[in-house]
């Protein structure tokens, strides 16, 4: 079936530092891929999406591409901020739309100043 | 609204009794999606609706649980004769529509059930 792997966390970083977080699929057809990410007291947000393969989606600095031939959508941004600390979810949905996400387990990012 | 709507926040009850959460979507999103978390895991889908109906409802692990939506606004998730292991965050999520690839999701709902 249709699963979601992601690096276990917490990531501990300071401000400025690369950031990775790994996320590979397993999936028949062809998925869309997504990010989460879930700010301290707040719901789960959209933070980027990429609905086929070699798509780049983007958004707030955060970068992640749609690679099939290693089954990866791994999560990267250049400079982390202490605001960036948060829980992010990476998902899969079947097709294009999204009336059944498959997450993964969630990765804890803190960032320190 | 201003974005999806969960109540209550936090509901503790007793094992055995029956609970009703309720979750008002976006005003004119047509998809509504129910999703539970448990501690330390990601989202696990319950069930869709498209309008009024449930598109898909793979996700209910028994039963105990039920959904409806009958005006194609407002969802109510109903669970029977609750058990301590239905203890999880209930999310609820909607979009314009399925085609649409952004789910909104509500801040949801913390179960305890002791």
């Known amino acids: 079936g249709n699963s979601v792997t992601q690096m276990e966390g917490p990531v501990t970083l300071s401000e400025e530092a690369f950031l990775t977080i790994n996320c590979t699929y397993t999936a028949t057809g062809y998925p869309s891929l997504f990010w989460y990410v879930q700010y301290p007291g707040e719901g789960l947000q959209l933070l980027l999406k990429?609905?086929?393969?070699?798509d780049k989606g983007s958004n707030k600095g955060f970068e992640a591409t749609y690679r099939k031939e290693t089954t990866s959508f791994h999560l990267e941004k250049g400079s982390v901020q202490v605001s960036d600390s948060a829980v992010y979810f990476c998902?899969?949905?079947?097709?294009?739309?999204?009336?059944?996400?498959?997450f993964g387990t969630g990765t804890r990012l803190q960032v320190f100043p | 609204g201003a974005g999806v709507s969960q109540t209550p926040s936090n509901k503790v009850t007793e094992k055995g009794k029956y609970v009703e959460l309720r979750c008002d979507p976006i005003s004119g999103h047509t998809a509504l999606y129910w999703y539970r978390q448990s501690l330390g895991q990601g989202p696990e889908f319950l069930i869709y609706f498209q309008g009024t109906g449930a598109a898909d409802d793979s996700g209910l692990p028994n039963d105990r649980f039920f959904a409806v939506r009958p005006e194609g606004s407002v969802s109510t998730l109903k669970i029977q004769r609750t058990e301590r292991g239905d203890s999880a965050v209930y999310l609820c999520?909607?979009?314009?529509?399925?085609?649409?690839?952004?789910?909104?999701f509500g801040q949801g709902t913390r179960l305890t059930v002791v």
């Open positions: 990429a609905t086929k393969a070699d």
């Open positions: 998902a899969l949905s079947r097709s294009y739309n999204t009336d059944k996400l498959i």
């Open positions: 999520a909607s979009s314009r529509e399925p085609a649409d690839t952004e789910a909104f």
